[in-house]
């Protein structure tokens, strides 16, 4: 069974400050992966997707970047956190990004900008 | 354009009593739908889907959804509610691109 683990669980942290979220998969070799943002109480917002090592495709960026360093891991990350960065961050994951594909969701991050 | 609408952002019901949670879309091909719930402070967890076929389809924990292409609604159903229900439901449409198109989401309240 496929298991999905995001890193960490919450954070409080300074506006200003960098930032740097995880999301690894294991039981499942070349997912597609993909970032989503929740405001408290909001919809989701999808930020970014991947479907191959190395290769990521923006959907809306927020100021925010990702990457994928290796098959299983999707990291999400910026240089300076602003107020709006708040809120839940969610990382999921796919089959094979077909028509018929089902995402899948993490646990979640909760990041706190003061 | 490609939309979901979910017209209730938030229900009320009695444990015990039926449940429906609304979802219209918009979409000019065969929509791919799914339906979502959050609890508290957790991750998403797919309730149900559908593509094609029968337009009644199960999902876990005794959830059920009719897709109606003559509405353009996938409309979320339960029998019975229990208060281990009280989430947030979310509606979803495949689109382009990898991308999943979200309605605003249902939070749903169970008195007891």
């Known amino acids: 069974a496929q298991t999905i683990h995001q890193w960490p669980v919450a954070e409080i942290k300074a506006v200003g400050s960098p930032l740097s979220l995880g999301c690894t998969i294991k039981g499942k070799s070349s997912p597609n992966l993909y970032w989503y943002w929740q405001a408290t109480g909001g919809t989701l917002q999808q930020l970014f997707y991947s479907i191959t090592v190395g290769q990521v495709e923006s959907v809306v960026q927020l100021n925010l970047s990702a990457s994928r360093p290796k098959d299983d891991q999707f990291i999400l990350s910026t240089e300076k956190l602003l107020l709006s960065h708040s809120g839940f961050y969610l990382c999921?994951?796919?089959?094979?990004?077909?028509?018929?594909?089902?995402?899948?969701f993490g646990p979640g991050t909760r990041l706190l900008v003061l | 354009a490609q939309s979901v609408t979910q017209p209730d952002a938030r229900v009320t019901v009695s444990e015990g009593a039926s449940l429906q949670l609304r979802c219209k879309y918009s979409?000019?091909?065969?929509?791919?739908l799914f339906w979502y719930v959050q609890y508290p402070r957790q991750g998403l967890q797919l309730l149900l889907k559908?593509?094609?076929?029968d337009p009644v389809v199960q999902g876990v924990n005794s959830f059920e959804a009719e897709f109606s292409k003559s509405n353009s609604s996938f409309h979320l159903q339960k029998a019975s509610v229990h208060w281990s229900d009280s989430a947030v439901y979310f509606c979803?449409?495949?689109?382009?691109?990898?991308?999943?198109?979200w309605g605003s989401g249902t939070k749903l309240i169970i008195k007891p």
């Open positions: 999921a994951w796919s089959p094979t990004g077909g028509y018929q594909d089902t995402q899948y």
């Open positions: 979409y000019s091909a065969t929509p791919y």
């Open positions: 559908y593509y094609s076929g």
């Open positions: 979803a449409l495949k689109g382009s691109n990898y991308q999943l198109i």
